[in-house]
């Protein structure tokens, strides 16, 4: 989901980089970006009403079929939409050109944006309803009380989940580079603006963990037997942590992470779920895979990837 989501946002931004010349028809180019705004949340609400039937009807095994398909052509259409709303609507040059809204610190960026991101919070809001039917139902068959209906919160932690990791940096490189254009107007065109580009790129690699650490609902895992086991495990797999976190997501997420790429700045990440649901060796067979993803060098090379598209847009 964050690589569909990267890949919008760089679609994005560097379209709306593009020169700030006025394209014309601008009411009829707004109407057609709010038009493909509600494209990807529509099919999500009659797909995600038929996955109720579904499940009304016992219909299990395809209901277990059907919603990964309608999540991979719900994103791929929301994908297709903003690509086709970024580079044939031309939004980007409504926004900068028609609007003159291009010397708008972050104000044009935000509004260019507003494509990527509102069709999300309709995808989310739509199935959020069938993702709680669904766990309402597996509580009843435990014989639990099914959990509350909190629709802002959970769109709260979808929102910081998902957009806060991708917008978040990519907001944080755009406001440094408008703001030190006004202190130095050339640096649009001088290659030495690299020189200052280059570290803050390396300092928010490293302190991404941090950022990920607020954007996230933690908490330090609470002393006892498992959190000395975990460390333990992190010392003899010689796989520095700085510390582990209990990921809160409301029971919804059951998922751990490792993030960080220095040892004094990274951190284990474990979801409340996947503490309730598992025994203390099933979570230190999770806390061996996350640090084998930092013994194989995995965490510089998904950098490397997720930051190749970036580089290209800010060249």
Request: a positive charge; hydrophobic letters at 55%.
């Amino acid at each position: 989901m964050q690589l569909a989501i990267l890949i919008a946002v760089i679609g994005a931004l560097a379209q709306g980089d593009a020169p700030g010349q006025p394209v014309g028809d601008a009411l009829r180019r707004t109407l057609l970006m709010l038009g493909g705004t509600l494209v990807a949340p529509l099919a999500a609400t009659i797909g995600s009403w038929r996955l109720s039937r579904d499940l009304a009807g016992g219909e299990f095994e395809r209901l277990r079929e059907n919603f990964p398909k309608l999540q991979s052509l719900v994103i791929v259409l929301w994908l297709a939409i903003v690509l086709c709303t970024m580079y044939l609507v031309e939004w980007p040059r409504v926004v900068r050109g028609d609007w003159s809204l291009a010397a708008w610190p972050l104000v044009d960026e935000l509004l260019v944006l507003l494509p990527v991101v509102v069709p999300l919070v309709l995808y989310w809001s739509a199935l959020a309803r069938f993702e709680w039917l669904a766990r309402s139902a597996a509580a009843r068959q435990l014989g639990l009380a099914p959990p509350p209906w909190r629709l802002a919160a959970t769109l709260a932690s979808r929102v910081r989940h998902e957009l806060g990791l991708v917008l978040g940096p990519a907001l944080a490189v755009i406001a440094a580079q408008e703001t030190l254009r006004l202190v130095w107007p050339a640096a649009g065109d001088s290659q030495q603006a690299w020189w200052l580009y280059g570290p803050l790129l390396i300092a928010m690699l490293l302190f991404l963990p941090l950022m990920v650490r607020r954007l996230w609902r933690t908490e330090p895992l609470e002393p006892g037997p498992l959190r000395d086991r975990l460390f333990a495990i992190a010392r003899a797999q010689r796989a520095g942590i700085r510390e582990i976190l209990v990921w809160n997501t409301d029971g919804q997420l059951a998922n751990a992470a490792v993030v960080g790429l220095a040892g004094g700045l990274r951190y284990v990440f474990l979801t409340d779920a996947l503490l309730a649901r598992l025994t203390d060796d099933q979570i230190a067979a999770v806390m061996r895979h996350e640090l084998g993803h930092v013994r194989g060098r995995h965490l510089p090379l998904r950098l490397l990837v997720l930051l190749l598209p970036a580089a290209a847009w800010l060249a």
